[in-house]
């Protein structure tokens, strides 16, 4: 199947979300320590030495880094929210449901529905996964993607990972792949809970089978390039901040555009991989690789473009171009910006200790949005 590039003007930002607000980490009351969580700001990962071998991070097989300076041009038109509109109130409904995924696993999700959908159009899909010790509600807030999508008519959607035990809600992780804590460690299959998720949404709302996207921060980064990987026949695009590829036998059926969003002072998970500065100790897989894995997959070119923003100069964009199906692969890396969901503040005091300051001259939400709007599949 090909991807439509719609009218593009912008470049594209991955995403989703931050533990409450993005949290690397955290420890117990007996200071046993919890796996901290990749997608709220704070990536989780298994520790000690009972972890299973499935969990330890070995090297990757991807695309060789290039050798050749890219070429670079300096651009005014570059606009990384083209084509989304400002975020408004979001007055649409939400609600929240337990049900029972295939692998027989009790899962949480809630959802927001705009009151902007006209009636008899499908709506573009947006499955918004929290990082690593986050929630569904916590990522709600912290992303702003239900004021976004009042504005711009698109349905989200943002389940719940596992928890690290079924009385201490919110501590929950994706599994990724090499990352993130007691997900990863029991080999949940988060991938199907998806599918099963995207089944139900389809049974129940008019979604554009087309224009299904993911979204995620950290962990919950992580779990998106997973979904690019292994459900790429339902996912059409992924926006992402602070992640990495969790697998080593990526094989997507069809051509997924990505929009990867890094900051270059984050240590929490560092864009070149290596240990994080969070509790758990994580030591993670580069984000500049991720980024280039799929691009080989999607049959880019084999150098990007990069164009330096002038109302922006924190940001340089690398564009992969000429990918199969019409596919874009896209890197924004932002100087001076940490971990913390860029543009929007915390979900609480607590979160904010725990990342930091957003960096507040970007939007990764919006970017995001404006990059997956471009893209539809035929």
Known sequence: MRIRSLPRAGLVVALSLCLLGGVLGCTRADDERVDPPSGSGAPSASTGASSSSSMSPAPMTTAPMA?????????????????????????????????????????????????????????????ALHGGLGTSEQFAVNSGFDELAEANGFIVVYPDGIRAAPDRPGLQTWNGGYCCGPAARQDVDDVGYVRFLIDLLEERLNVDAARIFAAGHSNGAIMAYRLACELSDRIVAIGVQAGSLGIDDCRPKESVSVLHIHGLADTNHPIDGGVGTGVSGVDFRSGRVAVRTLAELDGCDGEPLVD?????????????????????????????????WMGHRAASEGAAALVGEPYEDFDSSRAIWSFLNQHARD
């Not at 000429?322 to 596919?327: H, P, T």
């Open 67 to 127: 050798t050749a300076p890219p070429s670079t041009t300096a651009s005014a038109e570059l606009d990384p929210y083209a084509t989304a509109e400002p975020a408004t109130s979001a007055v649409g409904k939400v609600s929240e449901e337990w049900l029972e995924a295939p692998d027989g696993r009790r899962r949480h999700f809630r959802l927001y529905v705009p009151t902007a959908l006209r009636v008899g159009e499908a709506a573009p899909l947006l499955i």
């Open 308 to 340: 330096l923003v002038e109302s922006k100069p924190d940001l340089e964009v690398s564009t992969w171009s000429n990918c199969a199906s019409g596919a874009v692969v896209r890197l924004i890396t932002v100087e001076g910006a940490s971990h913390a």
